[in-house]
């Protein structure tokens, strides 16, 4: 079965420093990854994704993750966050059957 | 807005009882997915379905069962209710062609929250 660990649960960052999400995905077949994001009682956003190509992605709205085949990796990463990227993030996989495996999420907290 | 509508917004409910939570796919799309979102199991999928018919089936109880209807809505149907079944529910819809790479996108509905007391 498909895991999904995302390293960290809470990650408290002032506004306009880096902030980086870890996911580490298990498969030993052909992936594509995800991340979404949840805003407080919201429902999920799809922020990005990978399917094929360009090991990097990128978010409309400053986000870029990078996929590692040989690490098992996709890792969020922003240069500078605002107060409005407060929310949890969810890193997602599927094998290309559509249904996707979660990790645990990772709360960001933004701080003036 | 995703587009993927849900009713009822909450729910609560006693145990025992039987429950039904409804779901409107985006236009155009073929498949229904169900989760269920708890702060012990994290978000876990349930099932799918395409056009209809089941395709996919996660870690979904044997009281729980869902179906899509000719109009491609959903409902999930929970039974014989229990106190941990108290959960974020989460409909989301795809395309899911295999006609580009959007067909792979999943969109979320804002969920229904389930409280069995």
């Known amino acids: 079965a498909q895991s999904v660990t995302q390293l960290d649960s809470q990650v408290p960052v002032f506004e306009e420093a880096p902030v980086e999400l870890r996911c580490n995905y298990s498969?030993?077949?052909?992936?594509?990854l995800f991340w979404y994001v949840q805003y407080p009682n919201q429902g999920l956003q799809l922020l990005l994704k990978?399917?094929?190509?360009?090991?990097l992605v990128e978010s409309i709205n400053g986000f870029e993750a990078e996929f590692n085949k040989s690490q098992t990796s996709f890792h969020l990463r922003k240069p500078s966050v605002h107060i409005s990227d407060t929310a949890e993030y969810f890193c997602a996989v599927s094998e290309g059957d559509y249904k996707l495996s979660f990790g645990a999420g990772t709360t960001v907290t933004v701080r003036a | 807005d995703s587009g993927v509508t849900q009713t009822p917004k909450h729910l609560i409910t006693a145990t025992g009882q039987r429950v039904t939570l409804r779901c409107s796919p985006r236009s155009g799309d073929l498949s229904v997915y169900w989760y269920q979102q708890s702060l012990d199991q994290g978000l876990q999928f349930l099932i799918q379905y395409y056009n209809g018919e089941e395709r996919a089936k996660g870690n979904i109880l044997e009281r729980f069962s869902a179906q899509q209807f000719p109009d491609l809505h959903s409902e999930l149907n929970l039974s014989s209710l229990e106190l941990g079944d108290s959960a974020l529910y989460f409909c989301?819809?795809?395309?899911?062609?295999?006609?580009?790479?959007?067909?792979?996108?999943?969109?979320f509905g804002p969920g229904t929250r389930l409280t069995v007391t």
């Open positions: 498969s030993s077949v052909s992936v594509y």
């Open positions: 990978y399917l094929s190509g360009s090991t």
């Open positions: 989301a819809s795809s395309d899911s062609s295999g006609k580009g790479d959007r067909s792979y996108e999943q969109y």
